[in-house]
């Protein structure tokens, strides 16, 4: 049978239109993976600009250290962990003596300065990956001990003490000593499902206790012993 050639320009026509769906379908299936692969890329580019800018928004500018909304976030999350596992809890509330009058004399900027110093001396100390040094505020800084009883909280406590006036910096107004001196209240408190306490009273005890280390003469600790009473008044022992 003699096939005409119409039959056979229609049947190449019909082959070269079929290898060119093929390759279009195949430039469309890799540019899909390329778009995919894209927008997988900048999803992630996304993410970790996120992450990156709530890190940022969590960081004192001036010590670099963790700072008050991400000290309170933390408080709360280790609190609810220590409740968890019933493990104690401490709460150093730390305040740079006569920090006022060191602004005064010698300006801000050798204030920041100095909060800077202060802040790496702190951070060199509290080194566990578990627990968090910040700057609370202003001249305070927040320290959150994870598992660490009464004792321990204290030797940290005085150790900090001790590093902070062996930075010596010049202090010429300071009444406590000729250096940039601390004072520390120290908190610690099992958390238990019976108990009245809450995260926000460990801060308060902390801050109580270095309210009397404060009073009692600055450069000291104070630490607060036992959970409040009905009074709401805990109990402070100051140490030098």
Known sequence: MTVSASYWTALLASLGALVYLALKCRSLRATSRDLAETLNRRNTELVEARESLHRLAAIDPVTSLANHSAFQEFLQSEWRRALRDASSISVLMIDVDYFREYNDRLGHSAGDACLAKIG??????????????????????????TQADPGSASLVAHRICAAVEALAIPHPESEASSRVTVSVGVSTSTPALDSHWEELALLAGANTALLQATRAGRNQIAAVESEPGEDGDPEVVAGG
């Open 120 to 145: 790496g001396a702190l951070k060199d100390l509290v080194r566990r990956p578990s627990d968090l040094v910040a700057r609370y505020g202003g001249k305070k800084f927040g320290v959150v001990l």
